[in-house]
DNA sequence: CTGGACTATGAAAAATCAGTGAAAATTTTT
DNA sequence: AAAAATTTTCACTGATTTTTCATAGTCCAG
């Protein structure tokens, strides 16, 4: 897990890297909001640490500018315990509070809640990248070297299902009682006009969808 | 200020509304979450009290119930202590955490944090702008390029709903569950309707609500 | 290198689904 | 209590999608 550390004390970056980095974790730092905006927008950490008392750019100016593009949990190091700050804070998306002094346990603690509740999220894992060929499985959209092609439905479930199912041989049976459902008793050759024209659509990325002869069909990179 | 007050145990209603009252405030009751969505429906509340352990609908489901309808400050009253209630309850959209057994003061300062804060939201209003379209949630206001358009309470709830899962395929189950509530066991066709008398009233921009063909819908921009 | 088995493809028929309008039911306002 | 507004149901239609099927093409074992 990537976690950016943002306050402007050297001590304190120093103290939380090493705990982050302790379990297990990579640990990125910055000096300030400034920075932790621009380094959001060249890479991608799954857990902010953000003080809010900082020169520049302070640590609620800065979550406010970061979640403008990037849906990150934040994490905030305050030294004021006002009631205020934390509810200004939760408004603007921020995840959890600590309270300093804080005990480096504490802190690691609410780390790992933050990003267990993360994970529980995006179940499925959003998007999908083959070469130039993308899935959006949240927005259903798929691209082809960037360009959106329209698939229809059943187009889009067998990749869905293709893409479930990468490296594994599928023979039409399956393919039929897993996508059509059980109560399909229609021709096998079915698949194979649904294929040709999902192949149609993906243009040169075709070439992931393998025939196996006398079997079936595969997904495969 | 008009606070509604959930608990299913009379003493600590009583108890609550005396220090409400005694405050210059406005208090009513609800005797369990059903109750108290219902009432939601029909009034609005500055602020509620929200017992999190009751009979019928228990306090977190309740608001979840209401926030889907309406953008109230909520503060929980809990019993346990727990971290995880906690994160669940913001992630919900809780405000606030009062834990039993509480000092009424204690309560009643909170009130007030609440309240200054809505205040001034209010001032600020969030509002998204997506080309011509621009909607202002805190005062319930569609503008199509520039001329405010009058939506009927479901059409601006469906929109709300759309834009809070913008780029998201969303089916008509999951509408009519998360838009109409759990309790709605009527025909599937009913959103399409809403969908259509939505997209009339957004003019050139029912561009933004992408039929998915056997699926549902979505908002894209 | 050839025949049979299997797959690819195109075209047409069948089935499905969303858009729509109108009317009924319900809720809200007057 | 009546009127107005909103919500819901529902049937019909046109467009899209799915399926079938015939033909052409490909692969591979013998």
């Not at 943002?6 to 910055?30: Q, S, T």
């Amino acid at each position: 897990m990537k976690v950016l550390i943002v306050d402007d004390e050297d001590m304190i970056r120093n103290v939380l890297k090493e705990y982050v980095e302790f379990e297990g974790n990579e640990a990125f730092e910055a000096a300030d909001g400034m920075q932790a905006v621009k380094m959001c927008k060249s890479d991608d950490y799954d857990v902010i640490l953000m003080d809010v008392m900082m020169p520049r750019l302070d640590g609620f100016s800065a979550v406010k500018e970061i979640k403008k593009f990037k849906d990150v949990p934040v994490i905030m190091l305050s030294a004021r315990g006002e009631e205020y700050d934390k509810l200004f804070g939760f408004e603007i998306g921020v995840d959890d509070y600590v309270t300093k002094p804080f005990s480096p346990k504490e802190v690691m603690a609410r780390i790992n809640v933050v990003a267990k509740r993360r994970n529980q999220r995006d179940e499925v894992g959003d998007v999908v990248t083959f070469e130039g060929l993308t899935v959006d499985f949240a927005g259903r959209n798929v691209y082809v070297d960037g360009d959106k092609v329209d698939l229809t439905p059943k187009e889009y479930e067998i990749l869905f299902y293709f893409i479930k199912n990468k490296g594994i041989a599928l023979t039409r049976e399956k393919l039929l009682y897993d996508v059509w459902g059980f109560d399909f008793y229609g021709d096998d050759r079915t698949v194979d006009t649904h294929i040709k024209m999902l192949r149609a659509n993906l243009k040169q990325y075709r070439k992931f969808i393998v025939t196996l002869r006398g079997v079936g069909y595969k997904f495969e990179v």
